[in-house]
């Protein structure tokens, strides 16, 4: 619990002196605190602890008998619904930023941002439209009776039939993660964070041109 304490408390004041740092140098008139993207330190850590439970489930091959493909694939599936959700949270918190930042002018929804991304799945799907799908699929997937659409999940679903992911794939998760990624690398979470950096600048330099958007907290993601 002490560790956890001190750790804690080293990430507050790496932060604040970031956030001090870097609105000495802007200037604090010029720069808005949404601008800051301060969830990246969070999640390059997350996605680095789940890199190393990846590489955990490889050894288990290795090293236990009865641990074939199918458990890996099982685990996996589970290590990557996680990720795709807290992505989703990143996803949540960059739109919530962009209107606080555009105030009472302009309203953007979620859908509208997700459409932003340069990315594309089949030619008619987005990156960032996809991870917040399978993202959807993982939170609430025990909660359908079956894929067939209704309101809540219609729009989840079309994404990821479009995706090609329908009530067949085994594997829905590992599915999405080897359209968004080298699928020999499927454990490398890097490559989703590069996706999810890349989404957030475009969307501010879409709709907030004229802020400071490329001074962000800089961490380089591990694993």
Same mark, same amino acid.
């Given at each position: 619990?002490?560790?956890?304490?001190?750790?804690?408390?080293?990430?507050?004041?790496?932060?604040?002196?970031?956030?001090?740092?870097?609105?000495?140098?802007?200037?604090?008139?010029?720069? +808005?605190?949404?601008?800051?993207?301060?969830?990246?330190?969070?999640?390059?850590?997350?996605?680095?602890?789940?890199?190393?439970?990846? @590489? /955990?489930? @490889?050894?288990?091959?290795?090293?236990?008998?009865?641990?074939?493909?199918?458990?890996?694939?099982?685990?996996?599936?589970?290590?990557?619904?996680?990720?795709?959700?807290?992505?989703?949270?990143?996803?949540?918190?960059?739109?919530?930023?962009? /209107?606080?930042?555009?105030? %009472?002018?302009? +309203?953007?929804? %979620?859908?509208?941002?997700?459409?932003?991304?340069?990315?594309?799945?089949?030619?008619?799907?987005?990156?960032?439209?996809?991870?917040?799908?399978?993202?959807?699929?993982? %939170? +609430?997937?025990?909660?359908?009776?079956?894929?067939?659409?209704?309101?809540?999940?219609?729009?989840?679903?079309?994404?990821?039939? %479009?995706?090609?992911?329908?009530?067949?794939? @085994?594997?829905?998760?590992?599915?999405?993660?080897?359209?968004?990624?080298?699928?020999?690398?499927?454990?490398?979470?890097?490559?989703?964070?590069?996706?999810?950096? +890349?989404?957030?600048?475009?969307?501010?330099?879409?709709?907030?041109?004229?802020?400071?958007?490329?001074?962000?907290?800089?961490?380089?993601?591990?694993?």
């Amino acid at each position: 619990m002490i560790v956890l304490l001190i750790q804690k408390g080293r990430v507050f004041v790496y932060q604040f002196i970031q956030t001090v740092y870097i609105l000495l140098c802007v200037g604090i008139e010029d720069m +808005h605190i949404r601008e800051m993207d301060f969830r990246r330190d969070w999640i390059a850590e997350l996605f680095h602890a789940l890199t190393t439970a990846i @590489e /955990n489930i @490889e050894n288990k091959i290795e090293e236990i008998d009865w641990f074939d493909g199918i458990f890996a694939l099982e685990h996996t599936e589970t290590i990557l619904g996680v990720a795709f959700v807290a992505a989703q949270t990143y996803i949540a918190g960059t739109v919530a930023d962009i /209107n606080e930042l555009l105030g %009472k002018s302009k +309203h953007l929804t %979620k859908r509208q941002l997700l459409e932003l991304d340069g990315g594309s799945i089949n030619n008619c799907v987005t990156q960032m439209q996809l991870i917040d799908a399978v993202a959807n699929y993982y %939170k +609430h997937h025990d909660e359908w009776v079956t894929w067939q659409p209704d309101e809540r999940n219609r729009y989840t679903i079309s994404i990821l039939n %479009k995706c090609g992911i329908t009530e067949k794939t @085994e594997f829905p998760c590992n599915s999405a993660a080897s359209l968004l990624w080298p699928e020999a690398e499927l454990g490398k979470f890097h490559y989703l964070l590069d996706i999810m950096l +890349h989404w957030r600048k475009r969307v501010f330099r879409e709709y907030a041109p004229t802020h400071n958007i490329s001074l962000q907290p800089t961490q380089k993601p591990r694993g």
